[in-house]
């Protein structure tokens, strides 16, 4: 059984990883359904939290049928982020994570995400000031480090298990890399091959499949696996590497009728959340993958990821489910 401090996430969790813009309850909500152990909020900033910008303060929305959860803040000031520990903590979430990882320029020029992978004391010290400020399980994701020069992961995942953290997820590729090339899952099984690492250790990178999900889990030893992009707009990734898991064998894809069905519930709460406008724009990344595969649906997509009228959005779900009946991709 895998722990994060208390918490029980099962034999080998699949995670949902923190993703701007797409980690959100509407989505979330989804994932859980098809078998994600645990998920976590999209990241927020602490300057957001302490400020008490509404944006911010939105991301904290969590609810009890998503339940175990992390709420992941990033940040690069110390005061803030003990701060904005405080804010998280009232939340209640289960667990508190600290991003360490993402690669886009406006957060790594404050020195925040990975950009504090050029700095690994401070990185270790604002990790301290959390652990040390909740009583709530803290938990890091990072990146092998800045670039091929620096991937000092290995001394990371000692130094921050010492200052306390209870689980720790490593995406296996350099700020440098962002999402280019190949992850290279190579150190992340070392990391688990240390006898000194006692916390669980989570991959990610690159699982679009469950045959690789079973594969990677076979060969790097990892404790359980994190799923970003694969996930967008195909919550099915779950329920799909865990049958291969259990039984060997491969699930058929979604239907059109799953397909149709879930981009309707997807649309309706992302409205219910967001807003109209809101919703239905960060709604359109997903409708991609949702319909991936089926003959012909670009004329289908552009009504989608252009369309304002919730109405027009429905009908075209509509049609698609009238035109390509039980087909599957």
Known sequence: MVKIADIELGEFPLLLAPMEDVSDPPFRALCKAQGCDMMYTEFISVEGLIRDADKSVAKLDIYDYERPIGIQIFGANLDSMVQAADIVTEANPEVLDINFGCPVKKVVCKGAGAGILQDIPKMVELTKAIVDRTA???????????DDNSK????????????????????GRTRKQMYKGEADWSLIGKIKDNPRIKIPIFGNGDIDSPEKAAAYRERYGVDGIMIGRAAIGYPWIFREIKHYFATGQLLPPPTV??????????????IDWKGETLGILEMRRHYTNYFRGLPHIKQYRKTLVSEFDPAVLHATLDEIHEVYGEVSA
């Open 136 to 146: 709530l399980p803290v938990t890091v994701k990072t990146r092998l480090g800045w």
């Open 152 to 171: 000092y992961i290995e001394e990371v995942a000692e130094r921050l298990q010492d200052v306390g953290i209870k689980a720790l997820s490593i995406h």
């Open 257 to 270: 009728e799953e397909r149709v069905a879930a981009a309707r519930e997807h649309l309706k709460r992302s």
